[in-house]
């Protein structure tokens, strides 16, 4: 922790006012969890002072214990260790009050990893390529949606107002108006992004009335990518407030508009740095990016309730809609699972369009590299690439819904050594606790439709 010692200590002569430190745990699902620690005392994290339970994780979306789990009273609920991560640490541009953001990882008190961080299980597939003499590099791509940040007495949100006043209604797509009307607010989205230490980049109007798409800078460590679409949306989340509006990450905010995806763009360089994906002047990729295409093709669906975790997600997967549902894989073709934009030159690499922008980035990556790393080692086939519309017969169908995803995931041996038996255990559990409240409920939809008909 030298290093987080060092950086805090160089922030904070250059940023004497900061009067707190929002120390940030990123759960399953990717709800920001954590504490605030004085400024004063911020040698604490360099120390390992911060504690939590590591039962945090586990939390569900309505921040309940996972009962099935057995991992929070059932065995007296103890502390895991927090560690700041040196390079995503900074001050929040957003806030009022002077607050640095730093952004944590969690062990064991005997310092063996915490099982169920998120970010440790990431760790393991990472640790797996560096004993191959491989290294990902990854950009990960973000959508969103801005809303008004009252909703009304449904509780359904509204879109944005953008130049005269006038909601968002239709489709909005590369508009550069559009982008004017939000530029202050992207300008300082971005801004606050690398004052946390994510490479934020390109900004596009997408197709849904106030959806955009933020791009992160291609990393040559994945977790730091993971690290920096964690920090962006935090960042994306807390201007968004300061100007009167809410980001949604929901999958399918809308029904009759375009969902929100999290792509994420991955090559493989060797200790040489050369891209072992380039396939020269070739016109198909060569046999290295064949077989980590061919093991995403045969982990996808068993993945799948990593990339779609929420009952809202299965909203977004439907024909024609970019979102992808079936298993299938293509050169330049935005409509498949797998896009190889490049095949040959550094720029050689793989997109995978599955997970949406409710995914969590550490465990969708997890997927990815995992299911790339075993289609290398075993020269996976992925057979033809798709060149139009995906559909029966140019790939497996993904789960269609959130209980089959969970049961593929449960039934999955991939995942359990992808991402540690325990942490796919609990995951799963917490995915079912969650399924089961939420089906409970009854919808409007239904009250609609059933109660004067039947």
Same mark, same amino acid.
């Given at each position: 922790?030298?290093?987080?010692?060092?950086?805090?200590?160089?922030?904070?002569?250059?940023?004497?006012?900061? =009067?707190?430190?929002?120390?940030?745990?990123?759960?399953?699902?990717?709800?920001?969890?954590?504490? #605030?620690?004085?400024?004063?005392?911020?040698?604490?994290?360099?120390?390992?002072?911060?504690?939590?339970?590591?039962?945090?994780?586990?939390?569900?979306?309505?921040?309940?214990?996972?009962?099935?789990?057995?991992?929070?009273?059932?065995?007296?609920?103890?502390?895991?260790?927090?560690?700041?991560?040196?390079?995503?640490?900074?001050?929040?541009? #957003?806030?009022?009050?002077?607050?640095?953001?730093?952004?944590?990882?969690?062990?064991?008190?005997?310092?063996?990893?915490?099982?169920?961080?998120?970010?440790? !299980?990431?760790?393991?597939?990472?640790?797996?390529?560096?004993?191959?003499?491989?290294?990902?590099?990854?950009?990960?791509?973000?959508?969103?949606?801005?809303?008004?940040?009252?909703?009304? =007495?449904?509780?359904?949100?509204?879109?944005?107002?953008?130049?005269?006043?006038?909601?968002?209604?239709?489709?909005?797509?590369?508009?550069?108006?559009?982008?004017?009307?939000?530029?202050?607010?992207?300008?300082?989205?971005?801004?606050?992004?690398?004052?946390?230490?994510?490479?934020?980049?390109?900004?596009?109007?997408?197709?849904?009335?106030?959806?955009?798409?933020?791009?992160?800078?291609?990393?040559?460590?994945?977790?730091? !990518?993971?690290?920096?679409?964690?920090?962006?949306?935090?960042?994306?989340?807390?201007?968004?407030?300061?100007?009167?509006?809410?980001?949604?990450?929901?999958?399918?905010?809308?029904?009759?508009?375009?969902?929100?995806?999290?792509?994420?763009?991955?090559?493989?360089?060797?200790?040489?740095?050369?891209?072992?994906?380039?396939?020269?002047?070739?016109?198909?990729?060569?046999?290295?990016?064949?077989?980590?295409?061919?093991?995403?093709?045969?982990?996808? !669906? =068993?993945?799948?309730?990593?990339?779609?975790?929420?009952?809202?997600?299965?909203?977004?997967?439907?024909?024609?809609?970019?979102?992808?549902?079936?298993?299938?894989?293509?050169?330049?073709?935005?409509?498949?699972?797998?896009?190889?934009?490049?095949?040959?030159?550094?720029?050689?690499?793989?997109?995978?369009?599955?997970?949406?922008?409710?995914?969590?980035?550490?465990?969708?990556?997890?997927?990815?590299?995992?299911?790339?790393?075993?289609?290398?080692?075993?020269?996976?086939?992925?057979?033809?690439?798709?060149?139009?519309?995906?559909?029966?017969?140019?790939?497996?169908?993904?789960?269609?819904?959130?209980?089959?995803?969970?049961?593929?995931?449960?039934?999955?041996?991939?995942?359990?050594? !992808?991402?540690?038996?325990?942490?796919?255990?609990?995951?799963?559990?917490?995915?079912?606790?969650?399924?089961?409240?939420?089906?409970?409920?009854?919808?409007?939809?239904?009250?609609?439709?059933?109660?004067?008909?039947?």
């Amino acid at each position: 922790m030298k290093a987080f010692a060092a950086r805090a200590a160089a922030f904070m002569a250059d940023n004497p006012d900061i =009067e707190i430190v929002e120390c940030v745990f990123p759960d399953m699902n990717g709800v920001m969890r954590g504490k #605030w620690v004085p400024a004063a005392q911020i040698d604490k994290l360099a120390k390992g002072d911060v504690r939590l339970p590591m039962s945090v994780y586990n939390l569900d979306i309505a921040s309940e214990d996972t009962l099935a789990a057995k991992i929070a009273v059932d065995i007296g609920d103890p502390d895991g260790v927090g560690w700041p991560i040196p390079h995503a640490f900074g001050r929040a541009l #957003w806030v009022e009050r002077p607050t640095a953001l730093a952004l944590m990882t969690m062990t064991q008190p005997d310092g063996s990893p915490c099982v169920y961080d998120p970010r440790q !299980a990431l760790a393991r597939v990472v640790a797996r390529f560096a004993e191959k003499g491989l290294t990902p590099v990854v950009a990960p791509e973000l959508e969103f949606y801005f809303v008004d940040a009252e909703t009304d =007495e449904a509780g359904i949100p509204s879109t944005p107002r953008g130049m005269g006043g006038d909601r968002l209604e239709s489709s909005q797509v590369y508009m550069l108006d559009v982008k004017s009307a939000f530029a202050a607010v992207l300008a300082e989205i971005d801004a606050a992004a690398k004052a946390l230490g994510a490479p934020a980049e390109a900004a596009i109007a997408e197709f849904g009335p106030g959806q955009f798409e933020i791009n992160l800078a291609h990393t040559a460590d994945p977790l730091a !990518a993971a690290d920096h679409a964690v920090l962006l949306r935090r960042a994306i989340r807390g201007v968004a407030r300061k100007h009167g509006m809410e980001a949604c990450f929901m999958a399918k905010p809308y029904g009759d508009h375009s969902g929100s995806g999290q792509h994420f763009h991955v090559s493989l360089v060797d200790e040489d740095g050369h891209n072992v994906f380039d396939a020269g002047a070739a016109d198909r990729p060569n046999d290295l990016m064949r077989g980590a295409v061919g093991g995403l093709i045969e982990t996808m !669906a =068993e993945s799948t309730l990593l990339f779609a975790p929420h009952l809202n997600s299965y909203r977004r997967l439907r024909p024609g809609t970019y979102a992808p549902c079936y298993a299938a894989w293509g050169l330049d073709n935005r409509g498949v699972a797998v896009r190889c934009p490049s095949i040959h030159g550094p720029a050689a690499r793989i997109e995978h369009r599955v997970a949406g922008a409710d995914a969590n980035p550490y465990l969708a990556l997890a997927a990815i590299l995992a299911g790339m790393l075993r289609g290398v080692e075993r020269g996976a086939d992925p057979g033809d690439p798709v060149s139009g519309e995906p559909g029966p017969g140019t790939g497996g169908a993904l789960p269609g819904n959130w209980q089959a995803a969970i049961a593929a995931f449960e039934a999955s041996r991939f995942v359990r050594e !992808a991402l540690g038996r325990e942490f796919a255990r609990v995951y799963a559990l917490m995915k079912r606790q969650e399924m089961e409240r939420l089906l409970r409920r009854v919808t409007d939809a239904e009250y609609d439709a059933y109660l004067r008909v039947l």
